[in-house]
């Protein structure tokens, strides 16, 4: 199965910084990676899809860009609602799998 | 707005199966996939399995021998069932909906469902 590894697992982020995420597969995933914010105790909500595309209603401080096999979500002028944890997915191949998560935290 | 509502036994002795249903509101089931997830505490996501609304299922490989998918159109259900639960199958169980797009992401999902396994 294709292997997403997280980094870091915690970044420390202080309001109003920018917050770089990153993604890489342990192989081909082409574009077919999706960003998903969870807050505690809330369901998981998907941020961003196709590496760069946001879903309605994400803010366009979001950003995602590819590399090969890294992926990297950037969340400019970090808000008090964007300290949350985002986990990646990948659905290129079977089974989808998910990324251990990076948790945003306030610095 | 669609939404997903998780319902099931919070405790389950190991060896036992879990039973989980997720009623769909606010929308049709078709034409589109279901899918379960879980989420061990503290830990990541992982994706269980699928079921389409013709009723067509895939698992993942790791879980595959002990699962099954149901689907109940009329009621806008569809169901989990997982034999011989141990503690590690411990987590919050959710259920979700691939997008509309058609890619596999998920776009719409339950509050979850948390499942301890314990004697």
């Known amino acids: 199965e294709t292997v997403l590894t997280q980094s870091p697992a915690t970044l420390y982020v202080s309001p109003g910084e920018t917050a770089t995420l990153s993604c890489r597969a342990s192989?081909?995933?082409?574009?077919?990676l999706a960003w998903y914010q969870q807050k505690p105790g809330q369901a998981p909500r998907v941020l961003m899809y196709?590496?760069?595309t946001r879903t309605t209603g994400t803010p366009d401080r979001f950003s995602g860009s590819e590399s090969a096999t890294e992926f990297t979500l950037t969340i400019s002028s970090l808000q008090s609602e964007d300290f949350a944890l985002y986990y990646c997915q990948q659905y290129n191949n079977w089974p989808l799998t998910f990324g251990q998560g990076t948790k945003v935290e306030i610095k | 707005q669609v939404q997903l509502q998780e319902s099931g036994p919070g405790l389950v002795k190991p060896s036992e199966t879990l039973s989980l249903t997720c009623t769909v509101s606010?929308?049709?089931?078709?034409?589109?996939?279901w899918s379960w997830l879980r989420q061990p505490p503290g830990k990541g996501l992982e994706w269980i399995g699928y079921?389409?609304?013709?009723?067509?299922?895939d698992y993942n490989p790791s879980l595959q021998s002990r699962l099954t998918i149901s689907l109940d159109k009329s009621k806008n259900q569809f169901s989990l069932q997982v034999k011989s639960m141990t503690a590690a199958d411990t987590a919050i169980y959710y259920c979700?909906?691939?997008?509309?797009?058609?890619?596999?992401?998920?776009?719409?999902w339950g509050q979850g469902a948390l499942v301890i396994v314990s004697s």
């Open positions: 979700a909906r691939r997008s509309g797009s058609g890619a596999w992401y998920f776009d719409f």
């Open positions: 606010g929308g049709s089931m078709s034409p589109y996939f």
């Open positions: 192989q081909s995933v082409s574009s077919d």
């Open positions: 196709a590496a760069s």
């Open positions: 079921i389409h609304h013709t009723g067509s299922t």
